[in-house]
């Protein structure tokens, strides 16, 4: 329960529709539990006498209270749909809001199709529960308290009735309640599961066409599929239980009432028309019995998708700009001090071992090394994508961690190895560099990378729609946008994570040129290919996360036997000091 009033802060401005809805609802109740009392009177005065005034007058009062119930119940949908939708609009704002807020480490502890259906399907229990759980909770309650009190009123005896079937009812719920709630909990996890492999399958459906694994990826679909109806069923099985325990009661007291009451009526102790408005009573109360009861299902489904929205809300943010932060960059200097660092706490192995590294402003340093060296790694401490776990690690001579995050990361310029452009044109994907650029920015951009040459032949130029991720042109093309959009952001430390590897090697040497027009940014090249790194100030060699060599092209390969190896493997042909390469 302390998710759901965590939860209900969120209600905001709509705080006010949700309170006005249950005073209508409220009203409405009044208005409908009158009419047993003017059908009594119609019956016991109007029929046994046979005054038909009477009965217009009664049957005219009863249609009365029947059309307000009517317009006060049609108001009450109104301000409950507001109340509803608004606060799922509030709740799914903010966890975008935190999720925006967290760190590589803190997305590591969620799936992606976790965290989207917590923000749909999550969500719209709790507006389910809303829209059909807030009219019964408290039309229940009122219709209950009104329709017992109401009904000792009229008959003190038969009221009893309640007093024994009310717990019985209750009982039953109470265990059917209990058995339901955990199944809640795994039934949402299965909708993870599910929302994974569509996920998976949808993104990567080029790869299953071209694999010829449609079959394959059918039956990982209909596994989990079914899972989701077993665990569907097997919950609701449950979960319906509690309408035929529900007519069970209400029955059983029907039959009750009807005998205890004809018996009273022939010794002349109840009138017709009292057991006929007493039996409108049961109905009702029973009715309220079963709306609580459905509540406590809605509520119970509820909770469990209340908790997994907390835990996204609840997500310390581990990397938050410190008070006073920094916001100015002095230049692209960037030290490695003795820097160690690992994915977990509870991790056996360090992926980054006593890292000493110092590059200079304005340096171009390349950066080789096998598959899981940690390359990668080394590089997103630098903009504080995660953070060291032992030593420092310094841009502009200050710890990065001294650093405004926004300030740190809009002067650190970075290209990932997996390029991502989102939907829109060309020109709305290059302004996230610089929102404010002009046309003749954008294209000094793409110029710089390359990227003039396609766009020029598209008709719409810069206009031109990509569609879902950009799956209407190359790697190669989208790699040259992803440049030209980081270089809009003119930072001060720019780092190629293999960006140019789907690029021809005359393209990545016109993009090695434009960025050595750029004295005062310091350029980290992430490489597979040593035609890539070898015309760089510096290179650094990493093996198993430890720093194994560092030096010109000339001197490792004078010296350095990984380098010695690398090279033989890619530059066959060339001379000593790779001057075919460098021709290329």
């Not at 069970?248 to 102790?269: D, P």
């Not at 997103?380 to 310094?394: C, H, M, N």
């Amino acid at each position: 329960m302390q998710d759901m009033k965590r939860l209900l802060k969120y209600l905001g401005p709509y705080r006010k529709d949700m309170l006005i809805g249950a005073l209508l609802i409220f009203v409405e109740t009044c208005f409908e539990l009158f009419i047993p009392v003017l059908i009594a009177d119609l019956i016991d005065v109007g029929v046994a006498n046979g005054d038909i005034p009477y009965i217009f007058s009664k049957g005219i009062q009863m249609g009365i209270c029947a059309i307000l119930a009517l317009i006060t119940g049609l108001l009450y949908a109104r301000f409950a749909a507001r109340a509803a939708y608004g606060w799922g609009a509030q709740i799914r704002a903010a966890q975008y809001e935190q999720v925006q807020k967290y760190s590589f480490a803190n997305l590591d502890h969620f799936d992606t199709s976790s965290l989207v259906t917590r923000m749909t399907t999550d969500v719209t229990v709790l507006q389910n529960a809303i829209n059909g759980g807030f009219r019964p909770l408290f039309r229940g309650p009122s219709m209950l308290i009104m329709g017992v009190a109401l009904s000792f009123w009229m008959s003190p005896r038969l009221a009893l009735i309640f007093v024994v079937c009310t717990p019985v009812l209750g009982i039953i719920l109470f265990f059917i309640l209990r058995k339901v709630g955990p199944m809640y909990g795994r039934l949402q996890k299965v909708v993870d599961r599910l929302n994974n492999v569509v996920q998976e399958g949808l993104t990567a459906i080029r790869a299953v066409k071209a694999f010829v694994r449609g079959e394959y990826e059918e039956e990982k679909f209909r596994d989990v599929n079914q899972d989701l109806m077993d665990s569907s069923q097997t919950t609701f099985h449950y979960a319906v239980l509690n309408l035929p325990a529900f007519q069970f009661v209400m029955y059983a007291a029907i039959v009750l009432i009807m005998w205890f009451g004809g018996n009273m009526i022939l010794h002349s102790t109840l009138q017709v028309g009292d057991l006929t408005g007493f039996l409108s009573y049961v109905m009702q109360v029973m009715n309220s019995l079963m709306m609580i009861a459905n509540v406590f299902l809605l509520l119970t489904r509820s909770l469990a998708s209340a908790h997994r929205i907390s835990e996204v809300l609840d997500e310390p943010v581990l990397l938050t700009s410190p008070e006073n932060a920094r916001k100015e960059i002095p230049d692209g200097r960037i030290d490695f001090e003795n820097v160690s660092f690992k994915y977990h706490e509870d991790a056996q192995e360090y992926a980054l071992s006593g890292v000493t590294l110092h590059i200079q402003a304005g340096q171009t340093i390349g950066i080789l090394g096998g598959t899981g060296s940690s390359k990668t790694t080394l590089v997103q401490l630098i903009p504080r994508l995660y953070d060291a776990t032992e030593g420092s690690v310094k841009v502009g001579g200050h710890d990065v961690r001294e650093y405004d995050l926004q300030s740190l990361r809009d002067a650190v310029g970075m290209i990932l190895q997996k390029n991502v452009l989102f939907s829109g044109t060309v020109r709305e994907n290059l302004q996230w560099g610089n929102p404010e650029a002009d046309d003749e920015t954008l294209w000094a951009a793409c110029r710089a990378a390359c990227a003039d040459e396609f766009l020029e032949r598209m008709p719409r130029g810069l206009d031109t729609d990509l569609g879902q991720g950009a799956n209407n042109i190359s790697g190669g093309q989208k790699q040259r946008l992803c440049i030209a959009r980081t270089l809009l952001k003119r930072p001060k430390v720019m780092i190629f994570d293999d960006s140019t590897s789907a690029v021809d090697t005359a393209t990545e040497g016109k993009i090695r040129t434009a960025l050595a027009g750029l004295p005062d940014v310091t350029k980290i090249i992430i490489a597979q290919r040593i035609t890539s790194v070898m015309h760089t100030d510096q290179i650094v060699i990493l093996d198993d996360g430890k720093v194994h060599a560092i030096g010109t092209h000339k001197e490792l390969l004078a010296s350095d036997p990984i380098y010695q190896e690398i090279y033989r493997s890619q530059m066959k042909g060339g001379d000593e000091y790779g001057s075919t390469a460098a021709q290329c």
